[in-house]
């Protein structure tokens, strides 16, 4: 018999010990994976809409503009010559405007967003005044109510899943929210005809008051939060993981006490020292490999429960599982939770390799 099939039988012949051991384990797994998944999603989601809604340059005003990259109410906009200058570059093409302001709706604090990129928003209705979800469950409106924002009456024609972070959201063409605005443009995405850090650099230097970002910037900011995040949280759950790793010592210890009559029998019918350790350790990997595929099985269902029951009310309607659990990370924790159930087994394994035939068999 080799120590794999001998592993595997002592591993199924205390299935109930080894599903309690394991338990641990499989709780710690779960954790880890779903809380650095939701890390992990929400940065490859903030990625993927970076990717669509903004060109390869993004300008703002140089204090910290208001809209894509800065709070919803600063008064600070790119002015109209900056906003002519931007426009009349050889090196930029496709451009896309956007204005966003604070407002009231009844005693519900709101943003206003002015876009042209109807695309990008997903509704229920049709384009023109489209509100949140938010604002029809705090105040009851729905499609073809009348509101008023800044004294302009309007009619809604839509209804979006948008999240304002406690605030509601109305979206509204880029000509009306412009007028509003008294004209005050937030920011302008466009594409670029060269390397778009070369670009950045020229408007920056060219465009008085101005700040330019461009794709890779924000995908560095959105790591640099996220992985913070993701870090913290993931150090907090790999306590609950280590914990169940060190409940293998102590089930190991026991199993290798049980067994030193059957170690002691092993010995005399000429297993080697080696042999007995690997065995022990092998039925130790078993426990964390098992332990945390389990796990990531659980934690993938209980994530898929998450994006079905809150991803549209937190207006992340289009991320999707494989976002939250990539490859990397379904394979480190289980790679990583069957590594360290084997250093686990080590001392156990050793003492078993070490004991004597003698009074092993004398063992009652």
Request: aromatic share 6%; charged share 15%; no cysteine.
């Amino acid at each position: 018999m080799s120590i794999y099939k001998l592993s595997f039988k002592n591993f199924k012949r205390r299935k109930l010990r080894s599903a309690l051991t394991m338990l641990g384990v499989i709780i710690g797994v779960t954790a880890l994976v779903a809380l650095m998944g939701i890390g992990t999603g929400m940065s490859s989601y903030m990625k993927s809409q970076t990717e669509t809604m903004m060109g390869d340059v993004t300008i703002v005003n140089g204090s910290g503009g208001s809209g894509f990259m800065g709070s919803a109410g600063s008064s600070s906009y790119l002015n109209s010559k900056a906003v002519s200058q931007i426009k009349n570059m050889s090196e930029l093409y496709d451009f896309k405007e956007q204005t966003q302001f604070n407002s009231q709706l009844g005693n519900m604090p709101i943003v206003v967003v002015g876009t042209n990129q109807w695309d990008q928003v997903k509704i229920n209705g049709t384009p023109g005044v489209v509100i949140s979800k938010s604002i029809v469950d705090a105040l009851g409106y729905k499609i073809g109510s009348n509101i008023t924002i800044e004294d302009k009456k309007l009619t809604v024609t839509g209804i979006s899943n948008e999240s304002g972070f406690g605030a509601g959201i109305i979206i509204l063409s880029m000509d009306k929210a412009l007028q509003m605005n008294d004209g005050k443009m937030s920011v302008i995405t466009a594409n670029t005809k060269g390397d778009p850090d070369t670009v950045k650099k020229e408007i920056e230097s060219t465009v008085n008051g101005t700040s330019a970002i461009t794709k890779s910037d924000y995908s560095k900011q959105i790591d640099t939060m996220m992985n913070g995040i993701t870090m913290f949280v993931g150090a907090i759950a790999s306590i609950a993981l280590l914990v169940g790793v060190i409940s293998i010592i102590n089930i190991m210890l026991v199993n290798v006490s049980e067994r030193t009559r059957e170690i002691g029998v092993l010995k005399a019918i000429g297993f080697k020292n080696r042999e007995i350790l690997g065995s022990i350790l092998a039925e130790a990997g078993f426990l964390g490999f098992i332990a945390s595929v389990i796990g990531v099985i659980i934690a993938a269902v209980l994530m898929q429960i998450g994006i079905m029951l809150f991803a549209q009310q937190l207006g992340m309607g289009s991320i999707s599982l494989t976002q939250m659990l990539p490859v990397w990370l379904v394979a480190g924790v289980i790679a990583g939770a069957t590594v360290l159930s084997i250093l686990a087994g080590l001392y156990p394994a050793w003492h078993a390799s070490r004991l004597n035939v003698v009074e092993a068999l004398r063992y009652e």
